[in-house]
């Protein structure tokens, strides 16, 4: 199943500045394994070392923020939208 990714400005030198790039999975998980084939790197700014969403990194997919579905193993339907947004902090 093929999804469009949008990366985030601070990740788009793993995706040549690349705004929007196509994925392919079936899951989540899937879906970041095709972006570390494709786009070396990037999957150690999304997962910590234990193979893990990282705690300051968020991911939608379409709407849905995949920390309230099934974490890595949500569903990535076909023509899905997913984002990275890292977490702004400041104060």
């Known amino acids: 199943m ?3 990714v949008r990366i ?3 990740l788009r030198t793993y995706t040549g500045g690349q ?3 196509s994925a392919d999975g079936a899951t989540l998980a899937d879906v970041i394994a095709d972006l570390e084939k494709n786009h070396a790197g990037i999957s150690a700014r999304v ?3 234990q193979g ?3 705690r300051f990194v968020n991911v939608y997919v379409n709407d849905d923020d995949v920390r309230f579905e099934q974490g ?3 569903v990535t339907p ?3 939208g997913v984002s990275i947004i890292p977490a ?4």
């Open 2 to 4: 093929s999804v469009t």
């Open 8 to 10: 985030p400005t601070i």
């Open 19 to 21: 705004a929007e790039v």
């Open 47 to 49: 997962l910590d070392d």
């Open 52 to 54: 893990k969403l990282r």
């Open 72 to 74: 890595l193993q949500t």
């Open 78 to 80: 076909d023509g899905a």
């Open 88 to 91: 702004v902090a400041g104060g």
